[in-house]
């Protein structure tokens, strides 16, 4: 049998790296130059002519027109980057196929095979819209099947394969040149569970340099009086080359104290050339970073303090990525985080090594197919499930004969392992032809299995497969969700489809409502259902990743309000969305997602955003100097320092700088959330109040109406709420208090009445309904129901009722114009 | 019933020890092992595998069922909620059953939606 070719790449802001594992051994793939690591760099000359990695790099300061690096950071954007020479205009994925492509050059020209099939790793906090272009990416360069795997489980597969036993909690902290994210996981009996993550899609290294450019022109201004803006389109390459210079200095201060940074004629004013001519000093480039490492470390704080955890607990950090080798990053987050560091472990190189290990654990062989379809043995055909990678020392392998396939039927089958050392016993097909058999792996190995059958007179009977193999090792079972995705509904909140750990792949229905009709034929009337990312309650504080859209012009019939949807959003490994909507009334399914694209970030609309950010703040602060929250004015010193950033971005995007708009994009949007929690800190008091309120109506109905494990339930919600309430956390309490609503709920509407007190409540509001007539009809109905004590039919009309009452217009739009219920 | 005596319901049709088949008492490796082979089972299509038995009845069992429950009792938090429906004797007054199955919103609507396949 030949060896397996499991094919991992991480495709990094960059640099990128591939590895191969062939079920024993994981190989790096070194490219054209010799290295492990490909600049992902791409340039187009005049003649159209690709280059990609160093030599391409070489050429990004004398040729930046020609020239694209960074473009990982806008991918799924609608974001084209130009090549002046070539004429021609390229997609964020278009550039990363060309890295791919050159990826998968470098494995042929090292193991002699093209793969087909590949895992490629993604920042664990990608975004559906930027995930589905690293997929498209793949695509085009001639990947046929991929999977992704989100960068820290694959550092931590790398990290869990090469360590001999390690049990217990770790954290794989990966500041990569465009992002952080943080994972905690945990190893026992040798699976791997994602407990969390976290992280910044806009800290990495880049921002380090960026910091230290600042720095830079911050002395230029003191000391020559020279303004130099980001906003200036006129800077913009000498702006590039002068970070280049910082990012060469900034490697060779690890190594020595001081550096003087000279660059002649670096910058154009209307005065004449300004050159830059510095002296960086160690303490210098550390001060001008340490907030940023303190950002990640206070990300990981986070991370641990969700999950109830103190830094003290931790095993180990594992840390990936190339700005982890700076000493002073080192030093600050050893002393946050106490916990030692993962040693032998090569930072840049651990996550394509994991990526490769995954495809193993997926089955993901990388042989174009022609290798396989050399003659297959002749055999009864049978039909093998078995886990191509298995942690299990005694898994179960299933097989079934295929109906229909000729050729003499087996009465028994065996397993037997091929280095002899163990065989099943002889096991007799059941009446549907199938067999359920549990193997012994030798550890740490493949381990290679013959398929044999034994025909009723007891002479052999040969199968097909003859053969398979198992390699046992740490595995990850099923990638998780790094993000809950949702239904935005009209009223503002979200309809959960997927919680965030959620096992992938996934699939879920549920039934909404429109709120209002649709016209036959009608263009301009349409029917949105925005699917978006997120773990916050309200619809408009998570990120808008895709929306399903049913226009008048699609439609066989009107579809009038209230009509029922039955929505299915469904995600597969590799996190990629799909959804359909059934509409039951008109026996039509759609299925076209529209928008999968993360939104354009104009210096205009950014600009606006900022503006009402900022009158949101003050408003803040001052409410919270009146009121006398200490706790909530620190936490502003925290969106005052964001805001600064996000001016600083807008201020770049204004210059042309694409990528810093969507970091401003983003950078608006978790400052949004931000002050949203201090908005909920200022009402804590009134929070406080609700959650004993609530907390006094669950216990009351649950102690008359409710089962005894309601009971147990409530309990543990009630402990659960309490610690909330202990350590401040406003969005925790919530959370927990939504528990014990629904508990309270399930034992209220037991109460031989509660419909009764729900109806007089909608009967009460029947002249708001969007139909008025349908509404009084259904009180009418309602009230003979009462008289004759039909509970059943009451409850029917009170939830018909619910649904004719309006939903707020205001909140509708916030709710990206959702259409649904 | 109403609403909410539809979500207990689920808490017994979809706890993931019923889906699995395991007691509360079972260890991780074996919801790892019982989980790997029944979703084998079922891409194979074998009858055996595809209902299990709860409190309020017998009930299709998918694949989509079995992950989540796998990846329910990896997380200790949930799976402590799991176990105690699990541990709960059956025909408890909020175990009862709805009358029967909502029906299909037209016939074709399960294999549309890729929830069953043709027969």
Known sequence: MATPLYIGIDLGTTNSTAAAFDGEKLTLIRNAQGANLTPSVVRIDARGAVTVGDRARRLIDSDPQNTRSEFKRLMGTSQALEFAAAKLSKRPEELAAEVLKSLRKDVE????????????????????????????????????????????????????????????????YDLGGGTFDVSLLETRDGLLRVVGHDGDNFLGGRDFDQAIVDEVLAELLRTQGVDIRRADPRHATSLRKLKRAVEEAKIELSRTDELPLLVPGAFETDNGPVDVDVVLTRARV???????????????????????????QLGKVVLVGGPTAMPSLRAQVQAALGAPFATDLDPMTLVAQGAALYAASSGLDGRPTATSATPQPSGRKVWLQYPAMSSDLSPHVVGRLVEGDSGPKPALVRLVRADGGWSSPDSPLSAEGAFVLSVELVP?????????????????????????????????????LSRSIGVALANNAVRVYFERGAPLPARRTFRQRTVEAVAKGSTGNVLRIPIVQGELEWAHLCRLVGALEIRGDQIKASLPADAEVELTLELDRGGRLSARALV??????????????????????????????????????????RRGVPAVVASLAQADQALAEIERDVEAARGGDADAGQKARRGLLDLDAQLEQAESGLRWPELEETVREELAVASSWVAQFGSPTEQKLLDEAMRACERARAGRQAVELQRHLR??????????????????WQFDSAASRVSEASDVAKAEELVQRGRRALEQQRREELRQVVEQLWRLLPEDAQERRLAHDSGVR | MSLTDRDVFSRFRENAFHVLGLRPSCTRMEVEREGQKLLAMLELGLSEAAHYDTPVGRMPRTAELVRSSMATLRDPATRLQHALWAQLPPGTPAAQAPAKEEPAPWPEAPVRLGWRRPE
Do not use: M
Not at chain 1, 287 to 312: D, F, K, M, W, Y
């Open chain 1, 444 to 480: 740490r190995k493949p381990n290679t299995f013959r398929l044999e059958g034994i025909g009723a007179d007891g002479k052999p009977v040969p199968l097909s497969p003859a053969s398979f193999t198992i390699v046992q090792g740490l595995t990850l079972s099923d990638p998780p």
């Open chain 1, 584 to 625: 039951p009334a008109l026996s039509q399914v759609f299925e076209q997602v529209a928008q999968l694209q993360v939104p354009d970030a104009t210096p205009e609309s950014l600009q606006e955003g900022l503006t009402a950010a900022r009158e949101r703040l003050s408003l803040l602060r001052s409410s919270a100097f």
């Open chain 1, 739 to 756: 528990s014990v609503r629904k508990l309270g709920n399930a034992a209220f509407y037991r109460h031989p009445s509660a419909w009764e």
């Open chain 1, 109 to 172: 020209q090292q193991l002699g095979v093209a793969p087909t099939c590949a895992v490629i790793s993604v920042p664990a906090l990608f975004e559906l819209p930027q995930s589905a272009a690293t997929s498209e990416a793949a695509r085009l360069a001639g990947f046929s099947r991929v999977e992704l795997i989100q960068e820290p489980v694959a550092s931590a597969l790398a990290a869990g394969w090469s360590a001999d036993s390690d049990e217990g909690s770790w954290l794989v």
């Open chain 1, 286 to 312: 550390e001060a001008a970073c340490a907030p940023l490492v303190q950002r990640s470390i206070n990300v990981c704080l986070r991370l641990l303090a969700s999950h109830g955890l103190e830094p003290s």
